[in-house]
């Protein structure tokens, strides 16, 4: 099934977690550490719906708040700022839905931008299943995603935990490619 597929089908839980691991996985690029958005993982466990609108606010005021660009933030920093500005206060099935199909769509897009090798295929094909040709970062990015809503699909709160453990993975890959390109440009 298609990332695309999965998205549409996945439950209000799913989405959160979808969103949430996509801008987790883009912390580095906000210069967060790795447990500035457990406190957000937290509110998707049975009965905790209600602390969501918290949490995000301390997130963001965490990461440097949520419309704040820098004016020196290169394009991929940009795109990890705009999804925590976009995350939804309310966690509704057609808010998160949203949210989450939009960090799908930008945190692809940040690792192809950090990703040295080419990608000639757009993120909108990548995520529905043409995968040809795909650069290494971005593939890897594409079965991460994948891997969170399936997770979510089989196992339900259950999944949550090897959901996080999936994000933890890709925001050490992330943060070591940030580390090389930040020593590239010195």
């Not at 500005?85 to 939009?102: F, K, L, Y």
């Not at 192809?112 to 000639?120: F, G």
Request: aromatic letters at 2%; hydrophobic letters at 40%.
């Amino acid at each position: 099934m298609s990332l695309v597929e999965l998205i549409a089908q996945a439950d209000e839980r799913g989405l959160a977690a979808s969103g949430l691991a996509c801008l987790d996985r883009c912390v580095p690029l906000l210069g967060g550490d790795d447990e500035v958005l457990r406190p957000l993982w937290g509110t998707l466990v049975e009965g905790r719906d209600g602390d969501w609108a918290d949490r995000l606010e301390q997130a963001r005021g965490a990461l440097g708040g949520a419309g704040s660009e820098e004016p020196d933030e290169d394009e991929a920093a940009l795109l990890a700022r705009r999804m925590l500005a976009a995350a939804p206060a309310d966690r509704t099935a057609g808010e998160v839905r949203q949210w989450a199909d939009a960090c799908s769509v930008a945190s692809l897009q940040i690792h192809r931008l950090l990703d040295p090798a080419e990608d000639p295929g757009s993120v909108d094909s990548r995520r529905e299943g043409r995968t040809d040709g795909m650069s290494p970062l971005v593939a890897a990015e594409l079965r991460r995603q994948i891997t969170v809503l399936e997770l979510l699909a089989g196992h339900g709160p259950a999944g949550l935990r090897h959901a996080l453990e999936v994000s933890t993975e890709g925001r050490r890959v992330l943060r070591a490619v940030v580390s090389r390109r930040a020593r590239g440009r010195v």
